[in-house]
């Protein structure tokens, strides 16, 4: 390579060569086809990076590594992360470095990440003040979106029953659906209880969650089951957008902690404000794929990913993912590419 050829902002450090070319080309082809070399040796990949890279994919073999660069190389650096074992390590840091917020639970028979999760947070961060896509964009094309707007407790639990049955009707076995349901009633709990503020950010609701509840207009929020027949999804969404990137690891974290030390399961919940954290281990590992979208003080949006064909007892070994994705103009450096 010329030292007059241009350097590159996107890159992948994978050490199994075929599966990092794969990688490349879904995030080439969600950065407008920019070019994304693949190196195994850092060294070699240092080399063909700009002064300033935007992105760097990479397994979490090479976490280490990667921190250091984000840390004390290049300050302009976000990381995506894929695993086919344990998250544990990389949510831990992922606590610490800002800058790491999607990690990718690699299933062990597929042959490379999830290529739509890759295109999503590639698209996610370079594009830091886009909207998000909807959630048939991130099902395959025909898929099917069931809506509720549920305003009072009433409304709440029916909608919850409605969840399992859909779910069922999908081809989800009876056990997931149930899953699916208590995960709907926890999302629901948390966008009509939690998620609420008056005219000076205080919350309305929080202080009692058993007490029936009836939201006006302007706080009702949405939840939406879609399926595609292979996949899937669980969105709930709130306009109040107080849902905080620490809060989200933080309580997954600690519940990890928790659970390792053989906690009791009430020591693992986050507890410590009111249910904006409440139960974030469990969302998180309820599905799949959990994708958070949030616009502070406008909009909070939680999306759990299911797989149909994957057998239930099979999905507990399987390292789920975790994207995280804020839109605020305060933080955010520009980062697209012009005219793209």
Same mark, same amino acid.
């Given at each position: 390579m010329?030292?007059?050829?241009p ?12 599966v990092?070319q794969?990688?490349?080309r879904?995030?080439?082809a ?8 693949? +190196?195994?040796?850092p ?5 063909r990076?700009s ?14 590594l990667?921190l250091?660069?984000? +840390?004390?190389r %290049?300050p ?6 894929w ?12 606590l610490k470095?800002p800058r790491?917020s999607?990690i ?6 597929a042959?490379?990440?999830?290529? =739509?999760?890759i295109a999503?947070?590639v698209r ?7 909207l ?11 898929a ?6 549920p305003?009072t ?10 969840v399992?049955? =859909?779910a069922?009707?999908?081809?989800a ?10 995960l ?5 709990m948390n966008?009509? %209880?939690?998620?609420p503020?008056?005219g000076?950010g ?9 007490r ?6 302007s706080e009702?929020?949405t939840?939406?089951?879609?399926t595609d ?7 709930a969404?709130d306009?109040?957008g ?14 990890l902690?928790?659970?390792a030390?053989?906690?009791?399961? !009430?020591d693992?919940l986050?507890?410590?404000?009111? !249910?904006a ?6 969302? %998180?590992a309820a ?6 979208d949030v616009?502070?003080t406008s909009s ?5 990913? =299911? ?8 999905f507990?070994s399987?390292? +789920? ?5 804020e839109?605020s103009?305060?933080?955010v450096e ?7």
């Open positions: 010329s030292d007059s050829a350097k590159a902002t996107i890159a992948v450090l994978e050490r199994n060569r075929v990092g794969r990688i490349a879904v995030m080439s969600a950065a407008g086809m920019q070019d994304v070399p693949v +190196a195994s040796d060294a070699e990949l240092r080399d990076l002064e300033r890279p935007l992105l760097l994919g990479c397994d979490a073999a090479d976490l280490e990667a250091e660069w984000a +840390a004390e %290049y302009s650096l976000h990381l995506l992360v695993t086919s074992g344990s998250t544990d390590a990389v949510l831990h840091a992922a470095e790491l999607s990718v639970g690699w299933p062990s028979f042959s490379m990440p999830r290529p =739509w999760e999503l947070a996610r961060i370079l594009k830091p003040l886009a998000p896509p909807r959630l048939s964009d991130l099902l395959s094309w025909g099917t979106i069931v809506k509720w707007r305003r407790s009433e409304d709440r639990d029916r909608t919850v029953a409605e399992a049955h =859909w069922e009707r999908a081809g076995p009876a056990r997931v659906a149930e899953r699916l349901a208590a709907a009633h926890e999302l629901l966008a009509m %209880y939690d998620a503020i008056d000076r205080r919350p309305r609701y929080t202080h009692d969650r058993r029936d509840l009836v939201l006006e207009e009702i929020p939840l939406r089951l879609g027949g292979a996949h899937l999804a669980l969105q969404h306009p109040f107080g849902l905080r990137r620490h809060h989200v690891f933080e309580g997954i974290t600690r519940g902690s928790a659970r030390a053989d906690a009791s399961r !009430g693992v986050d507890t410590s404000r009111g !249910g954290g409440l139960g974030m281990l469990k969302i %998180y599905g799949a794929v959990l994708v958070i616009a502070p909070t949006m939680v999306t759990s990913f =299911w797989d149909l064909d994957v057998n239930p007892r099979e507990r399987l390292p +789920a993912s975790l994207h995280f994705f839109r103009t305060s933080t520009t980062l697209e590419r012009p005219g793209w």
